[in-house]
T-cell receptor
């Protein structure tokens, strides 16, 4: 009954460090998404993957890269972290068509 | 620019009352609509989906959709303190290419149910 699993749950980085946020879903969903949520800004889409082997930019892609490793896994990489990337990051997945998205528990990332 | 607007609140209602949460969206070309509940420090949790005009009821929750007015609402009957959370409205604009259906989220309405 896992749904969408994100790791790690918390992370503190120094400016310029890199890291990868991991996301895996066990619902056999085709589409996966990465969002960031900041106070007063709501949920903003960073990147998404409509199906295995495809990725595309969302609203705020600068400073991030993604990899759709297989149907289950979708990772988000920060190559050179900046304080402006301090946020809560959510991964989500959805089935085909206009089905709702289901969210992981989030990763709280602080960049000093 | 497709936009989803919600009153940020806070909306305060007494326990047992009906809470009414509203959402408007900018584009008539929209396919489906969702309400998510987000407790402080937690992730968004899907509570209602609605795809056609009219009302859809699920327990104490009723979603109402009026596509002509570009308006979707969520009613919570017999509100409980455990309903205190931020409620996010999300709109699916339909197929956006490359096999994707993206959601645009409102910024959420914070609901406080007073015992």
């Amino acid at each position: 009954n896992a749904g969408v699993t994100q790791t790690p749950k918390f992370q503190v980085l120094k400016t310029g460090q890199s890291m990868t946020l991991q996301c895996a879903q066990d619902m056999n969903h085709n589409s996966m998404y990465w969002y960031r949520q900041d106070p007063g800004m709501g949920l903003r889409l960073i990147y998404y993957s409509a199906s295995e082997g495809t990725t595309d930019k969302g609203e705020v892609p600068n400073g991030y890269n993604v990899s759709r490793l297989n149907k289950r896994e979708f990772s988000l990489r920060l190559e050179s972290a900046a304080p402006s990337q301090t946020s809560v990051y959510f991964c989500a997945s959805s089935g085909t068509g206009d089905q709702p998205q289901h969210f992981g528990d989030g990763t709280r990332l602080s960049i000093l | 620019q497709k936009e989803v607007e919600q009153n940020s609140g806070p909306l305060s209602v007494p326990e047992g009352a009906i809470a009414s949460l509203n959402c408007t969206y900018s584009d008539r070309v929209s396919q489906s609509f969702f309400w998510y509940r987000q407790y402080s420090g937690k992730s968004p949790e899907l509570i209602m989906s609605i795809y056609s005009n009219g009302d859809k009821e699920d327990g104490r929750f009723t979603a109402q959709l009026n596509k002509a007015s570009q308006y979707v609402s969520l009613l919570i009957r017999d509100s409980q303190p455990s309903d205190s959370a931020t409620y996010l409205c999300a709109v699916n604009w339909g197929y956006s290419g490359a096999g994707s259906y993206q959601l645009t989220f409102g910024k959420g309405t914070k609901l406080s149910v007073i015992p």
